[in-house]
Structures are given as C-alpha cells and as structure tokens.
T-cell receptor, first 114, second 114 residues
Framework: GESVGLHLPTLSVQEGDNSIINCAYSNSASDYFIWYKQESGKGPQFIIDIRSNMDKRQGQRVTVLLNKTVKHLSLQIAATQPGDSAVYFCAETISGGSNYKLTFGKGTLLTVNP | EAQVTQNPRYLITVTGKKLTVTCSQNMNHEYMSWYRQDPGLGLRQIYYSMNVEVTDKGDVPEGYKVSRKEKRNFPLILESPSPNQTSLYFC?????????????FGQGTRLTVV
C-alpha cells in the first residue's frame, strides 16, 4: 500500500506495552476532537472522539485525554498489539460554527514490535 | 455493507487533461468531503458539501471543482491537472457535519500527474 508515514513523528513500542500518542491542536475555539487510525493502503478509520466539555473519554483499549489549557490531546492505547501499527491522526473542528471543516494534524506513525 | 466508494484507485494522467474522480456513499449521508494527503502534511480538506447542491471550499480548493447533484455522489473534478496535484485523495461522508457524527472514508485514489 501507499506510505503516508514519511516525515512523520514515530513511536515504536513493544507488543503488550501501553502507547501514548500526542497531538497539539491549533484553534482554541475548537470544541470537538476525533482520533483516526490509518493503516497502510487504507483510508482513515474513526477510533474515538471527545467534546470540549470533557477531559477524558474511554473506549475499548483506548482513552483520549483533552487539556484545553495547553490545547493538547492524547490517545492512549492499552496493551498495544501488532494490529495497532498505523498512522494516527487527531482532528479538530468547531461543531456549532458556520465553518464546516475538519482540520487534521500531521499524524504519528505507531510501530508495534512483536 | 455501508461504504464510501472511490474510483479509480490509481490514475496516471498528463498535465492539462481533465479528469474526474468519483465518490459514492450508500449510507444516505448528508455531509461529504474531499481531502488530499501528502507526506508530512497530513490530510487537507479540498471541498465539502453539506447537502445536495450545497458545496463550499475547504483549505486547499485551488485547481479543483466539485458538484453534488445527488445525495450519494460527490465527484472531484480537475479541469486542468498539474504535477502539484499529484497526491493521495480521500472522499469521506457522514450523516451530518462530522463535528457530531462519525465520518467514513473511502479507500483512496492515488493520482499522478506527469
């Protein structure tokens, strides 16, 4: 498949470890944030989202933390598996505004070593 | 099966030769959008559509056109492609603007303009 991992921040972890992927977002007015996973040769896939009235949200093996003070998001993956190897993107938007755009970060390449 | 379908998956063309990349979704989604993905730049929004006959520019609309005559289809048109439009393109759809609902992405179209 096509490589989208060139020039990206990378994180390499051992299978079974926890992974933390960070994202700094740009717009202090953004109030809705989404994490996407993109495997090689595929389109992005929704993982988890969070609204600005929350600091933390948990899904299956994933947790998203939001720090609005410093405009920072993180995605935590518990017990990382080889199938988690992918590029991870955060995205931000203003859900109630008139600008109906989704702005993506540049992504982080996660490599899980067996 | 719910999906977003793009065609073609791969395309090599020459500078100035008009082309259309098709996108179709079978989920009755109102919101559709096009992104381009380039190494180190992440996904950047080209155009989006809130509903039939309603389209607007994203962050990088220059050199592209779109139309939304039917709810399910959102073609991307390059009237006069240039080499700087060589990229990986993704179409996405969601029930409403993705600030509120999950967006589904197509498999991507790799375009090379020589």
């Amino acid at each position: 498949g096509e490589s989208v991992g060139l020039h990206l921040p990378t994180l390499s972890v051992q299978e079974g470890d926890n992974s933390i992927i960070n994202c700094a977002y740009s717009n202090s007015a953004s109030d809705y944030f989404i994490w996407y996973k993109q495997e090689s040769g595929k389109g992005p896939q929704f993982i988890i989202d969070i609204r600005s009235n929350m600091d933390k949200r948990q899904g299956q093996r994933v947790t998203v933390l939001l720090n609005k003070t410093v405009k920072h998001l993180s995605l935590q993956i518990a017990a990382t598996q080889p199938g988690d190897s992918a590029v991870y993107f955060c995205a931000e938007t203003i859900s109630g505004g008139s600008n109906y755009k989704l702005t993506f970060g540049k992504g982080t390449l996660l490599t899980v070593n067996p | 099966e719910a999906q977003v379908t793009q065609n073609p998956r791969y395309l090599i063309t020459v500078t100035g030769k008009k082309l259309t990349v098709t996108c179709s979704q079978n989920m009755n989604h109102e919101y559709m959008s096009w992104y381009r993905q380039d190494p180190g730049l992440g996904l950047r929004q080209i155009y989006y559509s809130m509903n039939v006959e309603v389209t607007d520019k994203g962050d990088v609309p220059e050199g592209y056109k779109v139309s939304r005559k039917e709810k399910r289809n959102f073609p991307l048109i390059l009237e006069s492609p240039s080499p700087n439009q060589t990229s990986l393109y993704f179409c996405a759809s969601s029930f409403t603007f993705p600030g509120n609902t999950e967006a589904f992405f197509g498999q991507g179209t790799r375009l090379t303009v020589v």
